[in-house]
């Protein structure tokens, strides 16, 4: 492996985007701004005595499905981009957004670790399914241990490894792939894919 991006792929995920944070966590305001509303109603309903009424907040309308589709789009777009020029702090303010809301980001996040052209970016976003930790990844995670690039091979021994320690549930989803892993840390030839392999399947005895 290159000295240069080990770091990278072991290290972690994190995602943030800088400039368009604003895009990327918008779905987050209509939470922010009930927090808001609500703080300022105590205020509000001790002052009734004294007449203070207070001007309420319009509610903010539900994003449209169109509207969350064109943020995913934009947000995996950023991802991508600051994955390919070391942003850490964008990947990482980004990663926090993507663990808020797995259900949102979960379908693009697993195109782009199935499919996305750069090892890097398929790395990266196979080591964020794994923080979800969800056994209905484990498949996903099966299947990338046969991934040509030894950074993907590496975070899915590392995701199988993480639904092992999980629960009844992510064990047994972990155990299907039980010997693609023994196969990694006998054959693999990638030392890191071999220790990660090798660390799963402790969690599995």
Known sequence: MRRGTKPWIAGGIAVALIGSAALILRHHR???QALRQRS?????????ASGDFGTPALPQAPETEEQIAAEVTTS???WRRAILVKD????MALDRAFLASP??????LEESAKTESDERVRAFSTRELGKYKSAALAGLFQTQLADRSPYVRQNAAWALGELAALDDDGRAAARRAAADLRLARAKDPAA?????????????D
């Open 30 to 32: 209509g939470q922010q």
């Open 103 to 108: 259900d949102r980001y979960r379908a693009a």
């Open 76 to 78: 995996l777009a950023a």
């Open 88 to 91: 850490a702090e964008a990947v």
């Open 192 to 204: 890191d894919v071999r220790t990660a392999a090798k660390s799963a399947l402790a969690r599995l």
């Open 40 to 48: 300022a109603a105590g205020p509000t309903l001790r002052g009734l």
